[in-house]
Protein backbone atom coordinates (compact mmCIF):
# COMPACT_ATOMS: atom_id res chain seq x y z
CA UNK A 1 0.00 0.00 0.00
CA UNK A 2 1.69 3.79 -0.91
CA UNK A 3 -0.19 6.85 0.29
CA UNK A 4 0.96 10.10 -1.71
CA UNK A 5 -0.11 13.39 0.57
CA UNK A 6 -0.41 16.37 -1.02
CA UNK A 7 -1.05 19.90 0.07
CA UNK A 8 1.44 21.18 2.74
CA UNK A 9 2.71 24.31 2.61
CA UNK A 10 3.30 27.73 4.05
CA UNK A 11 0.55 29.67 5.15
CA UNK A 12 -0.40 32.86 7.58
CA UNK A 13 -1.82 32.50 11.03
CA UNK A 14 -5.75 32.45 10.70
CA UNK A 15 -5.16 31.14 7.55
CA UNK A 16 -6.74 27.23 6.09
CA UNK A 17 -5.09 24.84 3.92
CA UNK A 18 -6.44 21.66 2.96
CA UNK A 19 -4.19 18.32 2.59
CA UNK A 20 -5.10 15.42 1.05
CA UNK A 21 -4.01 11.63 0.93
CA UNK A 22 -4.42 9.20 -1.96
CA UNK A 23 -4.16 5.38 -1.33
CA UNK A 24 -2.87 2.79 -4.07
CA UNK A 25 -2.24 -0.59 -4.12
CA UNK A 26 -3.05 -3.61 -2.24
CA UNK A 27 -6.14 -2.12 -0.30
CA UNK A 28 -8.02 -4.10 2.47
CA UNK A 29 -11.49 -3.54 2.22
CA UNK A 30 -12.49 -2.59 5.07
CA UNK A 31 -9.96 0.23 6.54
CA UNK A 32 -10.13 3.52 8.48
CA UNK A 33 -7.52 6.34 7.44
CA UNK A 34 -6.68 9.42 9.36
CA UNK A 35 -4.11 11.94 9.86
CA UNK A 36 -1.42 12.81 12.68
CA UNK A 37 1.08 15.01 12.78
CA UNK A 38 4.50 15.52 14.68
CA UNK A 39 5.73 19.03 16.00
CA UNK A 40 9.26 19.90 16.88
CA UNK A 41 9.72 17.98 19.71
CA UNK A 42 6.65 16.11 20.49
CA UNK A 43 5.49 12.70 19.55
CA UNK A 44 3.32 12.02 16.70
CA UNK A 45 -0.31 12.45 17.75
CA UNK A 46 -3.82 12.07 15.99
CA UNK A 47 -5.57 14.72 14.15
CA UNK A 48 -8.12 13.09 12.76
CA UNK A 49 -9.63 9.63 11.79
CA UNK A 50 -12.37 8.48 9.86
CA UNK A 51 -13.55 5.00 8.95
CA UNK A 52 -14.55 3.64 5.87
CA UNK A 53 -18.56 3.75 6.74
CA UNK A 54 -17.86 7.52 7.52
CA UNK A 55 -17.48 7.42 10.92
CA UNK A 56 -14.54 10.24 12.14
CA UNK A 57 -12.66 10.69 15.07
CA UNK A 58 -11.37 14.35 16.75
CA UNK A 59 -9.06 14.54 19.51
CA UNK A 60 -11.27 16.92 21.72
CA UNK A 61 -8.14 19.71 20.81
CA UNK A 62 -9.13 19.24 17.41
CA UNK A 63 -12.64 19.66 17.28
CA UNK A 64 -13.72 22.54 15.45
CA UNK A 65 -10.70 23.61 14.10
CA UNK A 66 -10.16 20.35 11.54
CA UNK A 67 -12.24 18.41 9.04
CA UNK A 68 -12.05 14.89 7.88
CA UNK A 69 -13.48 13.37 4.70
CA UNK A 70 -13.03 10.64 2.70
CA UNK A 71 -13.94 9.41 -1.20
CA UNK A 72 -13.53 5.87 -1.23
CA UNK A 73 -9.34 5.91 -0.79
CA UNK A 74 -8.77 9.36 -0.70
CA UNK A 75 -8.57 11.13 2.61
CA UNK A 76 -9.08 15.15 3.02
CA UNK A 77 -7.97 16.90 6.13
CA UNK A 78 -9.91 20.67 6.31
CA UNK A 79 -8.01 22.99 8.75
CA UNK A 80 -9.19 26.35 9.63
CA UNK A 81 -8.04 29.15 11.65
CA UNK A 82 -4.26 28.04 11.71
CA UNK A 83 -2.30 28.89 14.35
CA UNK A 84 1.57 28.74 14.19
CA UNK A 85 1.42 25.66 17.07
CA UNK A 86 -0.07 24.10 14.33
CA UNK A 87 3.26 23.65 12.67
CA UNK A 88 3.88 20.13 11.92
CA UNK A 89 4.74 17.43 9.61
CA UNK A 90 1.37 15.74 8.90
CA UNK A 91 1.61 12.07 8.02
CA UNK A 92 -1.28 10.21 6.22
CA UNK A 93 -2.41 6.81 7.62
CA UNK A 94 -4.06 3.84 6.51
CA UNK A 95 -4.89 1.08 9.06
CA UNK A 96 -6.66 -2.09 8.66
CA UNK A 97 -6.49 -4.95 12.17
CA UNK A 98 -2.87 -5.55 12.37
CA UNK A 99 -1.48 -3.44 9.78
CA UNK A 100 -0.70 0.57 9.59
CA UNK A 101 0.57 2.21 6.79
CA UNK A 102 2.22 5.62 6.27
CA UNK A 103 2.63 8.80 4.10
CA UNK A 104 5.70 10.25 3.87
CA UNK A 105 4.68 13.37 5.10
CA UNK A 106 3.45 16.70 4.22
CA UNK A 107 5.34 20.14 5.79
CA UNK A 108 2.81 22.61 7.14
CA UNK A 109 4.22 25.65 8.71
CA UNK A 110 1.84 28.56 9.98
CA UNK A 111 3.99 31.51 10.40
CA UNK A 112 2.62 34.48 12.79
Known amino acids: VQLQASGGGLVQAGGSLRLSCAAS????????MGWYRQRPERQRELVAS?????TTTYPDSMKGHVTISRDKDTVNLQMNSLKPEDTAVYYC?????????WGQGTLVTVSS
Open 25 to 32: GKIFSIND
Open 93 to 101: NLANGPYNF
Open 50 to 54: ITEGG
